[in-house]
């Protein structure tokens, strides 16, 4: 059975700050996905992911995949306030998008 | 930007009564989704479908569920006969293609209560 770890699963940081969210998945798969959410609202695709070593930046946020380790990152440059929401990352191990999610880190932005 | 939409957003139904969710999926987009969230969980796979069919489903989609597509443009999820356990939000999805950099896109959810 497929398992994905993300941590930390709470993370309070301050504005200017960097820090990284790390996704662990415990079998080989070259697809990860990272999703956003706002409280009460839906999911919304960050990045795609699709190959050993893939690297995608938008903003403030840049998302990498190491498949041989298994890991993926997403990290964060310089915090604002606007990127406070949860974060998901999701493994696919099928070819059809039948995602397996990490629990979520919950990301608070403190001015 | 198109969107997918779901309705209710929010619906309260009895132990045992049967609901139905519905979606409509962006209008030139082939594969569709249903994924829940149980509240502060993980949001988990429940069913694809593709070709009027279904692709793929977990084992939560046991004989209580069941998906439709009726029409070009709506797409349904049914619970037979409700339980506590089914209250979540419940999140539709489509893409346009196959491949896999064709990313999912969530509706903003129908969040269903069970009493």
């Known amino acids: 059975e497929l398992k994905v770890e993300q941590n930390p699963l709470f993370l309070s940081m301050q504005e200017g700050k960097n820090y990284t969210i790390y996704c662990n998945y415990s079998?080989?798969?070259?697809?990860l996905y990272w999703y956003r959410q706002d409280p009460g609202k839906s999911l919304e695709s960050l990045f795609v992911?699709?190959?050993?070593?893939a690297v995608k930046q938008e903003g403030r946020l840049m998302a990498s995949l190491d498949t041989k380790a298994r890991l993926s990152t997403l990290h964060i440059t310089a915090a604002v306030h606007d990127l406070s929401a949860t974060y998901f990352c999701?493994?696919?191990?099928?070819?059809?998008?039948?995602?397996?999610f990490g629990k979520g880190t919950l990301l608070t932005v403190n001015p | 930007e198109p969107e997918v939409t779901q309705t209710p957003s929010h619906q309260v139904t009895q132990m045992g009564q049967e609901v139905i969710l519905r979606c409509v999926p962006i209008?030139?987009?082939?594969?569709f989704y249903w994924y829940r969230q149980i509240l502060g969980q993980k949001v988990e796979f429940l069913v694809s479908?593709?070709?009027?069919?279904?692709?793929?489903k977990s084992e939560i989609f046991d004989d209580q569920f069941s998906v439709e597509r009726p029409d070009g443009s709506n797409f349904t999820l049914k619970i037979r006969s409700t339980k506590l356990e089914d209250s979540a939000m419940y999140f539709c999805?489509?893409?346009?293609?196959?491949?896999?950099?064709?990313?999912?896109?969530f509706g903003n959810g129908t969040r269903l209560t069970v009493t």
């Open positions: 209008s030139n987009h082939l594969y």
């Open positions: 992911l699709l190959s050993n070593g």
């Open positions: 479908f593709y070709n009027n069919e279904i692709s793929e």
């Open positions: 999805a489509s893409r346009l293609t196959g491949g896999y950099n064709s990313p999912l896109h």
């Open positions: 079998t080989t798969s070259d697809r």
């Open positions: 999701a493994v696919d191990m099928s070819s059809n998008y039948k995602l397996t």
